[in-house]
């Protein structure tokens, strides 16, 4: 999503973690984060959403570049369920993942 500040245009991008129909959790980043949820949702989104929508999000994070919303993704992906549902409850516990 590009966001104006002060008359600079900064791209941000986020990483996510969604709670789908068959109640499991899916993480993920992009750079407009309403349009990937449609999307998802719409049957657009990632193979696994597509079979288990509609979706529901559960906690997201702003980045400044794709590569920290990348790691975070992949650090949040290798976390247990437990962890993954204790960072839901406190978004702020993104700093120790």
């Not at 993480?27 to 990632?46: C, F, P, S, V, Y």
């Not at 702003?62 to 990348?70: E, I, L, P, Y």
């Not at 992906?77 to 702020?92: E, G, Q, V, Y």
Request: glycine fraction near 6%.
């Amino acid at each position: 999503m590009v966001i104006p500040i002060n008359g600079i245009t900064i791209l941000a991008f986020y990483t996510y973690v969604l709670e789908c129909s068959n109640g499991s959790l899916y993480t993920g980043w992009t750079n407009d984060l309403e349009q990937r949820i449609e999307n998802h949702n719409a049957g657009k989104g990632a193979k696994y959403t597509r079979a288990n929508r509609p979706v529901k999000l559960m906690a997201s994070w702003t980045f400044d570049s794709k590569n920290d919303a990348m790691k975070i993704e992949w650090k949040i992906k290798n976390l247990s369920r437990s962890a993954k549902l204790k960072l839901i409850s406190d978004p702020a516990l993104i700093a120790e993942v």
